[in-house]
């Protein structure tokens, strides 16, 4: 996906380092670096002028010891099943350290999804669920929305799986539209997530988060939420955020000299996270390359777009006044990125547990269906602040103890409790 860079490569070879710190057994560790359950599947589908085209579908299960499966489904253009297979590893993780009872799994296919029609769009979702039900479940495995894909899709999606298996069954997709069994603060839970850590990672480095600057990579879902929060919640200032543009196939940052309004943007955003322009000049934004939101003189870098993009090179451009790096995104930063934050004292909140929010709320929207009983967004966001304030101590803790880099302590604090639970079932 992000050029020279595989995926799971990269999720390999950083569990490999903590496997190694953690003295695991090398059989244990052979279990655990591998996915438990792949699929590979294709999808045709009628199209509006009658003619079928055929996509490729992927479902992913890498460890279920904890509990079901869990995580999202991604339509890109570039999805590859490595892409997947290093997703569903973090998902692994992620559960474990935001300790919610579930494991790690993650699908996707292989499509442009600005480039269908909504009829199109409702076939495919209809068509991977037609290839997957029988493997997937509130018990099995649950996915939900991601990169590409929206709480309308898991809609259609989690009506499919109830007329195949004969019953009204929300739990077994979450992100769900409020309304069809969705949970309230689900679209706010990752980028606000995201800030809660960002918040406490400010305390510990005794930052008065009101005089610092942020600077966002996307805006999509997370970054939105997370621009939202470092101003409204944090009181701080956003330099820039950047997206894909989709009509020019190429990469913007955004920003403006009194700092972005997220608020603002998001009224002339699309569905995508690509912004207007048109609009956003006439509103005073300056609009350079894609590249340069990484150049901006902030405190706080937030890449919350696509993996890859901190990376060895890119990291040299970066403000020598940054002083935390949120991974928003799933996988932003490569290890030698991470050499460069280590040697640089920079304190990274490294990907599954920075954007834990998303899941942690999926989590609480499949126990609301299991209930059948709704919270309001503010016990949502209070519960979620609540899970994701314990987990970055319990990581930062674990940092402290062992003098490990917060990625490595975050990968202990999860393989650790992942390790038990298959111990405690008699798997290994
Ligand atoms: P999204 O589809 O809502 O938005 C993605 C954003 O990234 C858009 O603004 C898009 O224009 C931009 N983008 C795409 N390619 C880009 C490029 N090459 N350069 C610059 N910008 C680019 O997706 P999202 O839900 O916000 O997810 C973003 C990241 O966060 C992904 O890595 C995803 O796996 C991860 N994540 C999402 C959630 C969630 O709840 N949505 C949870 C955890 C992790």
Not at 8 to 32: C, H, S, T, W, Y
Not at 160 to 182: A, C, H, R, W
Not at 206 to 232: R, S
Request: proline share 5%.
């Amino acid at each position: 996906m992000a050029g020279q860079i595989n995926a799971f490569e990269m999720a390999q070879k950083q569990f490999d380092g903590v496997a190694k710190m953690l003295n695991l057994d090398p059989q244990i560790a052979e279990v655990l670096r591998w996915p438990m359950r792949e699929f590979s599947f294709r999808i045709p589908v009628r199209m509006d002028d009658g003619t079928i085209r055929v996509f490729q579908g992927y479902r992913v299960q890498h460890n279920d010891s904890r509990g079901p499966n869990k995580g999202g489904i991604r339509f890109h253009p570039n999805e590859t099943f490595d892409t997947v297979r290093a997703l569903a590893t973090w998902m692994t993780w992620k559960c474990a350290v935001a300790d919610i009872p579930l494991g790690g799994g993650k699908g996707g296919i292989i499509v442009d999804p600005s480039s269908l029609t909504t009829p199109e769009k409702e076939r495919l979702c209809r068509g991977w669920v037609q290839n997957m039900w029988k493997n997937i479940g509130p018990r099995q495995d649950v996915p939900a929305p991601d990169v590409g894909t929206t709480p309308q899709m898991m809609g259609w999606m989690m009506d499919e799986y109830s007329k195949l298996v004969g019953q009204y069954t929300p739990g077994v997709f979450t992100g769900k539209p409020l309304g069809g069994g969705g949970s309230e603060g689900r679209t706010e839970a990752t980028g606000y997530g995201v800030i809660y850590t960002v918040r406490e990672a400010m305390k510990h480095l005794k930052m008065d988060p009101k005089k610092t600057v942020a600077a966002i990579e996307g805006f999509g879902n997370v970054a939105q939420y997370a621009a939202i929060g470092f101003i409204e919640m944090l009181g701080g200032k956003v330099a820039c955020v950047s997206c894909w543009d989709r009509n020019d196939k190429t990469s913007y940052t955004y920003s403006h000299k009194d700092g972005i309004d997220p608020r603002f943007l998001l009224t002339i955003t699309d569905q995508y996270g690509t912004i207007d322009q048109t609009k956003a000049k006439a509103a005073g934004y300056v609009i350079e390359d894609g590249e340069k939101w990484i150049e901006k003189e902030c405190d706080v870098l937030i890449p919350a777009a696509i993996e890859g993009h901190v990376n060895g090179e890119t990291v040299q451009k970066m403000s020598k006044r940054v002083k935390i790096v949120a991974e928003g995104a799933n996988g932003p930063c490569t290890p030698e990125a991470d050499e460069y934050f280590k040697k640089n004292g920079i304190f990274d909140i490294p990907d599954f547990l920075c954007n834990a929010g998303g899941v942690t709320t999926s989590y609480f929207e499949s126990v609301q269906n299991d209930m059948n009983f709704y919270w309001t967004k503010n016990e949502v966001l209070e519960k979620l602040d609540t899970k994701m304030t314990s987990a970055f101590h319990a990581v930062l803790n674990m940092s402290q103890k062992e003098n490990v880099y917060m990625r490595d302590a975050a990968y202990m604090v999860a393989i650790d409790r992942v390790v038990k639970a298959m111990q405690l079932r008699g798997q290994i």
